[in-house]
């Protein structure tokens, strides 16, 4: 089936007439507000689908998985994952889209995207055209080193722990391990949890908030975007592009949300129905 039939025989998110949507708090706002293929974490299972229809309508080659839930006890169903593959082949870049969301009580939003993309042998980039692509859509990293690009956002902003990258200190930083000065800066002096190790384990786990909510409530930024160049032959070129967007702030208030609103419907539905009677 192809994505496009996939997608629009999907039914629209429903809920029961006593839940209204509430919108969970975000990282991200205004100009910074980072999207990967226009899918941010202000994006809901619906206008996530029309980007999916849209970038890769026509393609019959893909895989699909959709994942629906029920909210609750109720017939309220939702989409709570979209991803897409395309095989890489000897000619052909590989790639894979997935995003995962909050129930409809919290806006069904987007609170985890990722991008993997395997480049074709005689299509992968330079290192230094990625990361002039990378820095000119997002702005200048927070730290860079084994790998990655990484950006961390704290209250409204990118942080920053001191070095201005610019696109050739970050191209001669980027295989490098990450510098430890920095990221004794970058933690501080709390105890919190490294957002750079969250959102690493973040990849590997299942994406369910149950899943990835303790380490998000424990993480010391409210978001984070990583962006990971695998190399590639020769070295100086990229093999394998990871992007990846946690909200952690929005994961956090939409479990929240999402919580007090299976509450408030628990306990309501188990009050008695039964009336006084005449006396």
């Known amino acids: ?37 226009g899918i941010s974490t202000e994006s809901n299972a619906e206008s996530a689908r029309a980007i999916f229809d849209s970038l890769f309508k026509g393609r019959t080659d893909t895989k699909t998985d959709i994942q629906q839930q029920k909210f609750g006890n109720g017939s309220a169903s939702y989409v709570a994952a979209l991803s897409f593959s395309l095989p890489a082949g000897s000619k052909q870049n590989g790639e894979m889209l997935s995003t ?79 510098d430890p000065r920095a990221a004794v800066k970058l933690n501080g002096d709390t105890v919190r949890g490294s957002c750079v190790a969250v959102v690493k384990r973040a990849q590997t786990k299942a994406k369910e908030p149950s899943a990835m909510l303790a380490e998000a409530k424990g993480a010391n930024c409210d978001g984070v975007l990583s962006v990971q160049f695998v190399p590639g032959t020769p070295a100086d070129r990229v093999g394998i592009a990871q992007f990846t967007l946690l909200d952690v702030k929005q994961l956090v208030s939409a479990a929240a949300i999402d919580s007090a609103a299976l509450a408030g419907g628990s306990s309501e539905g188990s009050m008695p129905k039964g009336s006084a009677p005449k006396l």
């Open 1 to 37: 089936m192809s994505l496009v039939l996939g997608l629009a025989s999907l039914p629209a998110a429903s809920l029961a007439d006593d839940i209204k949507p509430k919108a969970p708090e975000t990282a991200f706002s205004g100009k910074l507000r980072p999207d990967i293929l």
């Open 100 to 178: 995962s969301f909050s129930s409809p009580a919290s806006a069904n939003r987007a609170y985890f995207v990722a991008r993997n993309l395997t480049f074709a042998q005689d299509q992968q980039p330079s290192k230094a055209d990625m990361i002039k692509e990378v820095m000119g859509k997002y702005g200048v990293p927070t730290i860079v080193g084994d790998q990655h690009l990484y950006y961390i956002y704290r209250k409204g902003s990118i942080m920053s722990v001191g070095g201005k990258y610019k696109e050739a200190t970050a191209l001669e930083a980027i295989d490098k391990p990450l």
